[in-house]
């Protein structure tokens, strides 16, 4: 997944850090850092974050699939989150940001 992150797309300011907290078989703490222009995936807990997503880990391997065969779409995100699949804390358009949709996910 950090490698489908556009770090060009976010301030170089300071890091943007994307965690997702996955329940569940084969679950845990990950956290998407973008600092000075390079992307890496953190296990754990970090101090700032801007956005977390929370979903099951099974939920999170099909997503995965999806944007690997480049299926996952703003959409697809949506569906996520209105069948309460995917919830979040921070501003979701981070996404469309992150993952190089120019309008975001909002």
């Known amino acids: 997944m950090a490698r489908s992150v556009d770090p ?9 850090v994307v965690r997702f907290e996955l329940s ?3 679950g845990g703490i990950y956290n998407i850092a ?15 974050v801007d956005l977390v997503l929370y979903m099951r880990a099974e939920d999170f391997n099909r997503l995965l699939f999806s944007l690997a065969r480049g299926t996952a779409n703003e959409y697809t995100f949506r569906s996520l989150v209105i069948s309460k699949t995917l919830t979040f804390a921070g501003d979701l358009s981070l996404l469309g940001k992150l993952f190089g949709h120019r309008e975001g996910l909002s």
């Open 24 to 26: 569940g078989k084969g």
């Open 34 to 48: 973008i600092r000075s222009g390079k992307v890496e995936v953190v296990q754990g807990t970090t101090d700032s």
């Open 8 to 16: 060009a797309s976010v301030s170089s300011e300071h890091p943007t």
